[in-house]
T-cell receptor, first 110, second 112 residues
Framework: RKEVEQDPGPFNVPEGATVAFNCTYS??????FFWYRQDCRKEPKLLMS???SGNEDGRFTAQLNRASQYISLLIRDSKLSDSATYLC???????????FGAGTILRVKS | DVKVTQSSRYLVKRTGEKVFLECVQD?????MFWYRQDPGLGLRLIYF???????EKGDIPEGYSVSREKKERFSLILESASTNQTSMYLC???????????FGEGSRLTVL
């Protein structure tokens, strides 16, 4: 079983739609969680951290469910510019070694 | 603007050649990483370093070595390139114990 699993998609949605991605992780002792965004032919960049209480940044909401070992990302009012690959990232233990999921592709169409 | 710079965007090498991939960061970060990214597999950690002259194996170190002689520079070495090392190689840096990695633009290596 992979340490971090994501539905690869692609998710094809119209502009203005709400879309949600889930990600599951295998190590119950994992300490911290993140969503990264990677545009086509570009490097990944941090989108947001995921906190136990859930957190929101504009149209983006991240949630953590420790009991079920999954993380979610909700995007409201999708824009064309949201088209990208979204990477779920987990830090399995205290330290610096992050584990990346393979990514979920989002395509927002007009 | 903070920056991680990788020396080559595209390389084509032959099987058996020695390959050097260079990475430089200007943020005075302690940690530096080398990943490879392949379709369907995501980013996989090859090696990382949390200090000068320190290195630790990641998940797929076989066939690779690294060097960190200065804080800002982390090199990935393929002693004898093989076709299964054709991939996108991404260098990253971070401060200690943070989840924010800063990536370079990547080096796409093709081994023929």
């Amino acid at each position: 079983r992979k340490e971090v699993e994501q539905d690869p998609g692609p998710f094809n949605v119209p502009e203005g739609a709400t879309v949600a991605f889930n990600c599951t992780y295998s190590n119950s002792a994992s300490q911290s969680f993140f969503w990264y965004r990677q545009d086509c032919r570009k490097e990944p960049k941090l989108l947001m951290s995921v906190y136990s209480s859930g957190n929101e940044d504009g149209r983006f909401t991240a949630q953590l469910n420790r009991a079920s070992q999954y993380i979610s990302l909700l995007i409201r009012d999708s824009k064309l510019s949201d088209s990208a690959t979204y990477l779920c990232v987990v830090n399995p233990q205290h330290g610096n070694k992050l584990v990346f999921g393979a990514g979920t592709i989002l395509r927002v169409k007009s | 603007d903070v920056k991680v710079t990788q020396s080559s965007r595209y390389l084509v090498k032959r099987t058996g050649e020695k390959v050097f991939l260079e990475c430089v960061q200007d943020m005075d970060h302690e940690n530096m990483f080398w990943y490879r990214q392949d379709p369907g597999l995501g980013l996989r950690l090859i090696y990382f370093s949390y200090d000068v002259k320190m290195k630790e194996k990641g998940d797929i170190p076989e066939g690779y070595s690294v060097s960190r002689e200065k804080k800002e520079r982390f090199s990935l070495i393929l002693e004898s390139a093989s076709t299964n090392q054709t991939s996108m190689y991404l260098c990253a840096s971070s401060q200690q114990n943070t989840g924010e990695l800063f990536f370079g633009e990547g080096s796409r290596l093709t081994v023929l």
